[in-house]
């Protein structure tokens, strides 16, 4: 199963934002940065067990904007 992992960049689901690169990774959350901020997000799994992640900085109405999956590599 794919998971985020230490050094890899990402992009978002709509690709119109900047990507971001995972800097550290626990069990729960991953610390990012997109050269500008840094921040932490929690590792999420969706109903076939695969790994996201949602900016929750955004705000509910933004939510579907701002998923990132393990696959979507920038």
């Not at 076939?48 to 998923?67: A, K, N, P, Q, W």
């Amino acid at each position: 199963m794919d998971k985020f992992e230490v050094g890899k960049t990402y992009s978002w689901a709509d690709g119109s934002y900047d990507p971001f690169t995972v800097l550290r990774r626990t069990e729960k959350t991953i610390t990012v940065t997109n050269g500008v901020c840094t921040w932490r997000m929690l590792v999420r799994h969706d109903e076939d067990g695969m790994e996201y992640v949602r900016d929750s900085s955004m705000g509910r109405s933004y939510y579907s904007l701002f998923i990132s999956r393990p696959i979507w590599l920038a």
